[in-house]
């Protein structure tokens, strides 16, 4: 599978952005789908993960409470709605497919090719 993260772009600080992951096929009968993103000289940070119906949320501590993850399996597409934007939000926001919850990048089958979010002051 191929997945295509999309939607990113320049808002204001306490603005809102929704990201898509578009996937080229079915996603997954079996993995789930994660954001992470990855700010300039930083690793790369786990945000959350949603299981394959969508019924299961999981997500990071620095983005509990203002961002969304949401999947619509018709349109193979997994979404992050980042609400009360923060200018430490700014980075590349990447998703990618694999076991629901884990943080292990290792443990990733499969990624998108990022897509960047600059919020400014």
């Known amino acids: 599978v191929q997945l295509q993260a999309s939607g990113g772009g320049l808002v204001q600080a306490g603005g809102s952005l929704r990201l898509s992951c578009a996937a080229s096929e079915r996603i997954s009968d079996v993995y789930a789908v994660a954001w992470f993103r990855q700010a300039p000289g930083k690793e790369r940070e786990f945000l959350s993960s949603i299981t394959v119906s969508g019924s299961s949320t999981y997500y990071g501590g620095s983005v509990k409470g203002r961002f969304t993850s949401s999947r619509d399996n018709a349109k193979n597409t997994v979404y992050l709605q980042m609400n009360n934007l923060k200018v430490e939000d700014t980075a590349v926001y990447y998703c990618?497919?694999?076991?629901?919850?884990?943080?292990?990048?290792?443990?990733?089958?499969?990624w998108g090719q990022g897509t960047l979010v600059t919020v400014s002051s």
């Open positions: 990618a497919r694999g076991p629901y919850r884990s943080r292990r990048l290792s443990e990733y089958n499969a």
